[in-house]
């Protein structure tokens, strides 16, 4: 009988692994997380004085705990990264504590605050890589040097604050053509023209105060009247006349120009600021009458005139000093107590002072279409009076180092 031969079996066949969606994360939430990690810990040896211990918090794997970093899905991922910082009033310090290698090594971040902290150097050349960056808030450190040209290239920046630092130079002209609409670059050393450029900017919130600007205010800011909303120049070293442009501004509710070298009258086009809240011209070289038609406007809160050379007031405006909305004290007005001494007014007006177009008031028709600003033309309304309670201002608090700006109240 011949044997049967047995095929040999085919050795069993494993199944088929499918390779993992995501490499290995050593026990971090994501490889976004696993990526920061080292850059964290470096980071952390830096800050050698930290008096409220928030690095001690930076212990593990688990980064979305530690304090002051926040943790969310990256836009067009399905992955968490870190993408929020904020060391606002952390008082962070250490020797040469600067953002380099830390800022650009955090690829996820949409917001980066750091309110009070004693950051030195400047801004890393690279950050523009930061593709989700809409919120930069440098306020109250010590960076210093020429302003961070960097951040011209990050076109999703919404909120640039650069207050209180020692920033000193020229701003670029680009500046205003950032696609933010919170510009704060107060209290810094900035000494220049303003660029004309001003009137491209699509800022609702401008702050250039406190610091050495100079020349006069450009014309061309007539161009924002469908978006700017505040604006401070207080405090700098500006000369020259106000432009009938401002008048322009259909949208503004608070301009502000204190402690300047500016002159002239009051342009009549300010009759069409409908929507100004606070007005304050105070300590300058202004004179003439001040315009009834200004004092008029209907939303006119608070309206500065002080430490002039104003020498008339109709009584629509002393309707509004009677309410406490108009001051004019330290003017050149003869029956008001609390004035300049006749001889120091009699001195400023011994020299002559004059303004282009002062007599017509007027502005281009081209930007004016058929509105008319000759004084016969005003429509007078009723005086405003004091409301129940005063309009909040953003950019007042902006002129306290430590006050951090909460921008959702404002959009």
């Given amino acids: 009988m011949t044997p049967t031969l047995k095929t040999p079996s085919s050795p069993p ?23 920061v990690f080292p850059v964290i810990q470096e980071f952390k040896k830096k800050v050698t004085y930290d008096p409220l211990e928030v690095t001690k ?28 910082v904020n060391f606002n009033y952390f008082n962070f310090s250490g020797h040469n504590l600067t953002l380099n290698d830390f800022i650009t090594a955090l690829p996820d971040i949409v917001y980066f605050h750091a309110n009070s902290n004693n950051f030195v150097g400047s801004i890393p050349t690279d950050i523009s890589k930061l593709k989700y960056l809409k919120d930069l808030d440098l306020s109250n450190n010590n960076f210093s040097g020429n302003f961070p040209i960097q951040v011209l290239n990050s076109h999703k920046l919404k909120f640039l604050d650069l207050r209180f630092n020692t920033f000193a130079g020229l701003i670029p002209p680009q500046i205003f053509q950032l696609n933010v609409d919170f510009l704060f670059i107060n209290n810094n050393n900035f000494i220049q023209k303003i660029p004309d450029t001003i009137g491209l900017t699509k800022a609702r919130y401008i702050i250039l105060a406190n610091n050495k600007f100079i020349g006069g205010i450009p014309p061309s800011i007539g161009n924002t009247s469908n978006t700017l909303l505040e604006i401070l120049f207080l405090n700098n070293r500006l000369t020259g006349c106000l432009p009938c442009e401002i008048g322009l501004l259909k949208k503004t509710r608070l301009f502000d120009v204190e402690s300047n070298y500016l002159t002239g009258p009051i342009p009549h086009s300010f009759q069409f600021l409908h929507k100004i809240e606070a007005l304050c011209l105070a300590r300058n070289n202004f004179y003439g009458m001040v315009p009834e038609a200004v004092c008029s406007l209907p939303m006119l809160f608070n309206f500065t005139l002080s430490y002039n050379y104003f020498t008339e007031v109709g009584p629509r ?9 108009l001051d004019v004290k330290m003017n050149c007005i003869a029956d008001f107590p609390d004035q300049k001494s006749s001889i120091e ?67």
């Avoid at 199944?15 to 490889?31: H, I, L, N």
């Avoid at 980064?63 to 870190?82: A, S």
């Fill in 57 to 84: 918090t930076w212990n593990g794997r688990d980064i979305c705990q530690y304090m002051g970093l926040t943790c969310d899905t990256v836009p067009g991922t399905n992955r968490k990264g870190v993408t929020g």
């Fill in 13 to 35: 066949q494993k199944p088929k692994q499918t390779p993992p969606s995501t490499p290995p994360t050593g026990g971090f939430v994501s490889p976004r997380i696993a990526l």
């Fill in 345 to 411: 007014c009699a001195f400023f007006f011994s020299k002559t002072h004059s303004c282009p177009n002062e007599k017509s008031f007027t502005c281009s028709q081209v930007m004016y279409s058929s509105a008319k600003l000759e004084s016969s033309d005003v429509r007078f309304t009723a005086p405003a009076t004091t409301p129940m309670q005063a309009p909040r201002w953003l950019s007042y608090d902006a002129l306290f180092p430590r006050n951090v700006i909460n921008t959702s109240m404002y959009n």
């Fill in 317 to 325: 405006c002393r309707e509004l000093i009677k309410n406490g909305i």
